[in-house]
């Protein structure tokens, strides 16, 4: 058990659909951070939440959005899906705002038919 | 801007040996951290090490070790009596200073196979 949880660990979904990954952070962390892997585009950073609050933003597209909550699990929603947008999507938590030893949670694997 | 350059795609290693996985990098923070990630076929990322640009010894956890020469902007991994289980893609990553500590820069990843 790697403690940081995301769920589900897959998901098959349509174009022009859309869908919400749930990430609960390890016990303690209050930093959240998602990352996507495709194979075109290898692992790139998106957002990143500190309690509550966003603090960082990456390569994330208008159509995908997040929040984190008061009991500090994060949601990530994607719409309006494309084919490009399948990939494994990873959540990753730490305690503070910078990253020493982020943990990453196992990941959710999008694909978009 | 940030870059990590990982140049071998893939790589083969004898079960008990030596293997040195190239890492270079690219940033003009002063202060930024290298870290090492493994991630087996089952998907998941796990941290392996951590190496911070001020630190003055290389890190070591384990049979991991990290040969940090900041003159040349290189992170190789080193992993000791390679295992079976060590067969897996394995990432360099950058965290930058400022308002870049947010936020991991990933090389493209090393495929590292180990033969029994």
């Known amino acids: 058990d790697s403690g940081v949880t995301q769920t589900p660990k897959h998901l098959i979904t349509a174009t022009g659909q859309r869908v919400t990954l749930r990430c609960s952070p390890r016990?303690?962390?209050?930093?959240v951070y998602w990352y996507q892997q495709s194979l075109d585009q290898g692992l790139q950073f998106l957002i990143q939440?500190?309690?509550?609050?966003?603090?960082a933003k990456g390569n994330i597209l208008e159509r995908f959005s997040a929040q984190q909550f008061p009991d500090l699990h994060s949601e990530l929603n994607l719409s309006s899906l494309e084919l490009g947008d399948s990939a494994l999507y990873f959540c990753?938590?730490?305690?503070?705002?910078?990253?020493?030893?982020?943990?990453f949670g196992s990941g959710t694997q999008l694909s978009v038919l | 801007a940030q870059k990590i350059t990982q140049t071998q795609p893939g790589m083969f290693v004898q079960e008990k040996e030596a293997v040195t996985l190239d890492c270079t990098y690219d940033?003009?923070?002063?202060?930024?951290?290298l870290f090492w990630y493994k991630q087996p076929s089952s998907g998941e990322m796990i941290f392996l090490i951590y190496?911070?640009?001020?630190?003055?010894q290389n890190a070591t956890e384990g049979r991991y070790s990290l040969n940090f020469q900041k003159a040349r902007k290189s992170a190789n991994l080193v992993i000791s009596a390679s295992q079976l289980g060590d067969s897996a893609m394995y990432f360099c990553a950058m965290r930058g200073g400022g308002n870049a500590g947010n936020m991991l820069t990933f090389g493209g990843g090393t495929r590292l196979m180990v033969k029994p």
């Open positions: 190496q911070g640009s001020y630190d003055q």
């Open positions: 940033t003009s923070d002063p202060s930024y951290g």
């Open positions: 016990s303690g962390d209050l930093s």
């Open positions: 939440y500190y309690n509550g609050e966003e603090r």
């Open positions: 990753a938590s730490s305690l503070t705002t910078t990253n020493e030893k982020l943990l």
